[in-house]
């Protein structure tokens, strides 16, 4: 070790070359695996805070929240009752809970009437009291079918703020924000959580459901209809929820069936599938393309860098055969020579991951809140662990040469 510093000390500028290579390459890994983790999060924290060990959905959905459709019968024979999916912590268990999922564009409401651009976001429709709800970080829960909690992100992001009223998609819902929960995304969008039945499924099985229901006897049909205008009078939300409690068993009344008990002995209806948790994530569109994408990138830059590293570390060892043949006529052996390179390689790499991992560590810092950008211990410590190993089986390569090395040729 002693050797090794001593020769770096006196070849600083061979050796700083090699140090700001090693700094470079471990300040883009770690910048690329934080913008990787935070996309990969973004994506999937929502479902996280579920804390759940899988979910059912309609077999023809391909594992997507946002194509599922669980009808009023499927979900009586799951729950094992005829649960009140709409207003409800009393019914069925809390062990398994339905929720449905609404992609739209979301706008704030002043005056009246909305206002801006508009932002993405995901509606969830949840019990109440739902357990599948994150934490709250300010404000309090929602009260009644006109009230939601959002993610912490549409605040800090869009502006959004506890006291706001919302529009939800072009049917016009309408939400007063009540709460924050901790960044709660799907599939990159912040999530707001309202009561379940608030907002109509847009899917196709609910459509097909609608119009079979208007196919039935004309006494059937005749009071549908005249509930159907007493609703079309009340808010969005009342409309829902009465025209729900007035459908039959084939109506859709969520997205998915969460399971949140791993032990819970629970019947697959037919026409229903069960997935874990991680295929479950792993369906959300395009949440695999990323991870892959970026997992590649970062495992071909710190294969590269092993590389770029282990040739510079070869050629310096190269131009130092006399220095080698010196200390072998000396007495030293090739494996004392052999650790000073290792050490070296050591030193340098150590130095210039942290260097690196301060440099992103700053820079993430100074990053808009509207990249999605998340440190992970776990990832760093791993993508730390690895540039300093490849550099030194780099090295070792180069350690190898020294024992060819002939004191009296290389003193000629």
């Known amino acids: 070790m002693q050797l090794a510093w001593k020769e770096i000390r006196h070849s600083k500028g061979r050796y700083a070359l090699i140090l700001a290579v090693i700094v470079l390459v471990g300040y883009l890994s770690f910048f690329l695996t934080a913008l990787s983790y935070g996309l990969a999060q973004a994506n999937r924290t ?23 459709s669980v009808t009023r019968a499927e979900e009586s024979k799951v729950l094992g009752t005829d649960a009140d999916t709409e207003n409800t912590a009393k019914s069925g268990t809390k062990d398994i809970e339905p929720v449905s999922v609404l992609q739209a564009v979301t706008k704030i409401k002043e005056s009246g009437s909305t206002s801006g651009e508009g932002f993405n976001t995901v509606v969830l429709g949840v019990r109440e009291d739902s357990t599948l709800i994150p934490q709250l970080v300010s404000g309090r829960n929602a009260a009644d079918e006109k009230e939601a909690v959002a993610s912490e992100s549409l605040s800090t992001k869009d502006g959004v703020q506890i006291g706001d009223s919302v529009s939800v998609g072009r049917s016009g819902y309408t939400y007063t924000i009540v709460g924050f929960t901790k960044t709660a995304e799907y599939n990159t969008e912040p999530v707001i959580y309202v009561r379940n039945g608030t907002f109509t499924l847009p899917s196709a099985y609910a459509s097909m459901s609608s119009t079979a229901g208007s196919n039935e006897t ?32 084939d109506a859709v009344v969520a997205s998915g069936l969460v399971i949140r008990d ?19 994530i792993n369906n959300i569109p395009g949440y695999q393309a990323q991870v892959l994408t970026f997992a590649l990138m970062i495992g071909f830059l710190v294969g590269v860098s092993a590389l770029v590293v282990g040739i510079f570390i070869y050629i310096l060892t190269m131009h130092k055969r006399h220095l080698f043949g010196v200390l072998k006529a000396q007495g030293y052996s090739n494996g004392f020579i052999s650790r000073s390179i290792l050490a070296q390689t050591l030193i340098l790499s150590v130095i210039g991951t942290l260097v690196g991992l301060l440099l992103s560590l700053l820079t993430i810092a100074f990053m808009p809140v509207t990249v999605p950008i998340t440190v992970s211990t776990y990832w760093f410590a791993i993508i730390s662990g690895v540039l300093v190993l490849f550099s030194l089986i780099g090295a070792a390569f180069s350690a190898r040469a020294v024992s060819s090395i002939d004191a009296i040729e290389a003193l000629s």
């Open 46 to 68: 929502s479902v996280d805070a579920w804390d759940a060990s899988s979910i059912l959905l309609s077999d023809d959905a391909n594992g997507n929240l946002v194509s599922s």
């Open 218 to 249: 004309t006494a059937d049909s005749s009071s549908t209809a005249t509930a159907a205008t007493a609703a079309t009078a009340a808010t969005p939300q009342q409309s829902t929820r009465d025209a729900a409690s007035a459908s039959s068993d």
């Open 262 to 280: 791993a032990s819970a002995k629970v019947s697959v209806p037919d026409g229903m599938v069960s997935l874990d948790m991680q295929s479950f």
